[in-house]
């Protein structure tokens, strides 16, 4: 039978608090209402938006939305990722046997790794990704990434698991474990059992030497995993969306995730700028009738004066942040495209909040005549 279609796959990428959790929202509810499958796959949602989303407390599967009026054959699945426990899933399907399975899941330095790990949590939304991807049950597939202390960290965490292996650091922390070097550390009185002691505390370093003896058994599958997300990444059906703001802050970062995605061949598909300010409607200054009756005049002067300030203020903020925009384009290879999403009047967190915002951002057909 031959492999189900892979979906592709729309990853939002940029700095903390820009607004990649409420995009990635809006464009999976977007790119539904124009007929696809689509799921979503967000990491920490603010509590009001996750139930919107219907991802609550039930992590890890996707569920339904549920989203009016969508056409027909069009779904919305939402998930919220639980990293550890898509890492006990990778060692379920990998370990090759209940014994295997336990041993890793039972050990205490497991729950270190697949908690606390660096990189752990970003390798695991990667996993989660193809997983869903290559579902078969989805046309699209929209992440949301995870906010990582450098924000950069989920890009690179595949490479690091097949660096990990390759490097051979597993087998020499292995070898000690089958000739007891381990032991003989551990009941050593040299400094260098004393230096470990102190950092690790008496029974992780056996526990660090059995999970990696366990690990073994996982380990051409996990390998080979990590060089299929690592492709994934780098499909021409991907697309990553780089989310900022107008704030130079947000735009620097921007920047350099570009030429990070530029240097490790990673598709392109085009800005976010979030949070845009919003030129007024009217043309020239407000116009005020004479001061009310009750109202003594030069408080009504001063008021009507800082009023009237307003609207060129704004157009003011709003021609700059087009010229920091251009700015930006300039950086970006050929004709990035921008998808620009007004400041809303307020947070964003239930269904029609993310319609509002999705208006403005690109639909599949856009999505797909992007060139990287
Ligand atoms: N265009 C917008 N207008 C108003 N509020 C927004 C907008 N975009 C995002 N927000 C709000 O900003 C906050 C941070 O957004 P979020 O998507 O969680 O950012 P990130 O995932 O990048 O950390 C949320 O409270 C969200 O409702
Ligand atoms: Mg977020």
Same mark, same amino acid.
């Given at each position: 039978?031959?492999?189900?279609?892979?979906?592709?796959?729309? *990853?939002?990428? $940029?700095?903390? $608090?820009?607004?990649?959790?409420?995009?990635?929202?809006?464009?999976? *509810?977007?790119?539904?209402?124009? $007929?696809?499958?689509?799921?979503?796959l967000?990491?920490?949602p603010?509590?009001?938006?996750?139930?919107?989303?219907?991802?609550?407390?039930? &992590?890890?599967?996707?569920?339904?939305?549920?989203?009016?009026?969508?056409?027909?054959?069009?779904?919305?699945?939402?998930?919220?990722?639980?990293?550890?426990?898509t890492?006990?899933?990778?060692?379920?399907?990998?370990?090759? &046997?209940?014994?295997?399975?336990?041993?890793?899941?039972?050990?205490?330095?497991?729950?270190?790794?697949?908690?606390?790990?660096?990189?752990?949590h970003?390798?695991?939304?990667?996993?989660?990704?193809?997983?869903?991807?290559?579902? &078969?049950?989805?046309?699209?597939?929209?992440?949301d990434?995870?906010?990582?202390?450098?924000?950069?960290?989920?890009?690179?965490?595949?490479?690091?698991?097949?660096?990990?292996?390759?490097? &051979?650091?597993?087998?020499?922390l292995?070898?000690?474990?089958?000739?007891?070097?381990?032991?003989?550390?551990?009941?050593?009185?040299?400094?260098?059992?004393?230096?470990?002691?102190?950092?690790?505390?008496?029974?992780?370093?056996?526990d660090?030497?059995?999970?990696?003896?366990?690990?073994?058994?996982?380990?051409? $599958?996990?390998?080979?995993?990590?060089l299929?997300?690592?492709e994934?990444?780098?499909?021409?059906?991907?697309?990553?969306?780089?989310?900022?703001t107008?704030?130079?802050?947000?735009?620097?970062?921007?920047?350099?995730?570009?030429?990070?995605?530029?240097?490790?061949?990673?598709?392109?598909g085009?800005?976010?700028?979030?949070?845009?300010?919003?030129?007024?409607?009217?043309?020239?200054?407000?116009?005020?009738?004479?001061?009310?009756?009750?109202v003594?005049?030069?408080?009504?002067?001063?008021m009507?004066?800082?009023?009237?300030?307003?609207?060129?203020?704004?157009?003011?903020?709003?021609?700059?942040?087009?010229?920091?925009?251009?700015?930006?384009?300039?950086?970006?290879?050929?004709?990035?495209? *921008?998808?620009?999403?007004?400041?809303?009047?307020?947070?964003?967190?239930?269904?029609?909040?993310?319609?509002?915002?999705?208006?403005?951002?690109?639909?599949?057909?856009a999505?797909?005549?992007?060139?990287?």
């Amino acid at each position: 039978m031959a492999a189900p279609a892979r979906a592709r796959v729309i *990853i939002c990428c $940029g700095s903390g $608090g820009v607004g990649k959790t409420t995009t990635s929202a809006a464009l999976a *509810i977007r790119l539904a209402r124009s $007929g696809a499958r689509v799921a979503v796959l967000t990491i920490d949602p603010a509590r009001r938006l996750a139930d919107a989303l219907s991802v609550g407390d039930i &992590g890890n599967t996707a569920f339904p939305v549920p989203v009016p009026d969508l056409p027909p054959g069009a779904a919305l699945h939402a998930m919220m990722l639980d990293s550890k426990r898509t890492f006990d899933d990778v060692v379920e399907r990998f370990a090759g &046997g209940a014994d295997a399975r336990d041993r890793i899941l039972r050990n205490h330095y497991y729950r270190f790794v697949s908690t606390r790990l660096a990189g752990a949590h970003e390798y695991m939304a990667m996993e989660k990704l193809y997983e869903l991807s290559s579902s &078969g049950d989805y046309d699209l597939v929209v992440l949301d990434t995870p906010p990582s202390r450098h924000a950069l960290d989920f890009l690179a965490a595949p490479e690091k698991m097949v660096n990990l292996m390759d490097e &051979g650091v597993m087998r020499w922390l292995v070898l000690p474990a089958s000739r007891g070097g381990w032991r003989m550390i551990e009941k050593g009185s040299d400094i260098l059992a004393k230096v470990l002691r102190t950092m690790l505390g008496e029974r992780t370093i056996t526990d660090i030497a059995e999970f990696f003896s366990a690990f073994q058994s996982l380990w051409e $599958g996990f390998r080979q995993r990590s060089l299929d997300v690592r492709e994934l990444l780098r499909s021409p059906d991907t697309r990553f969306l780089l989310v900022t703001t107008p704030a130079p802050g947000a735009r620097a970062e921007a920047l350099h995730f570009l030429e990070v995605l530029q240097r490790s061949h990673m598709p392109f598909g085009g800005f976010l700028i979030n949070r845009c300010a919003v030129a007024p409607i009217h043309a020239g200054p407000p116009r005020f009738g004479p001061a009310p009756a009750n109202v003594p005049e030069p408080g009504y002067a001063a008021m009507i004066a800082a009023l009237s300030e307003g609207p060129d203020r704004r157009r003011r903020l709003v021609a700059a942040q087009e010229g920091a925009i251009a700015e930006l384009r300039a950086h970006a290879p050929g004709a990035a495209p *921008i998808w620009r999403i007004p400041e809303m009047d307020e947070e964003v967190h239930d269904l029609a909040g993310l319609d509002l915002v999705g208006k403005y951002l690109p639909d599949a057909t856009a999505l797909a005549e992007v060139r990287p």
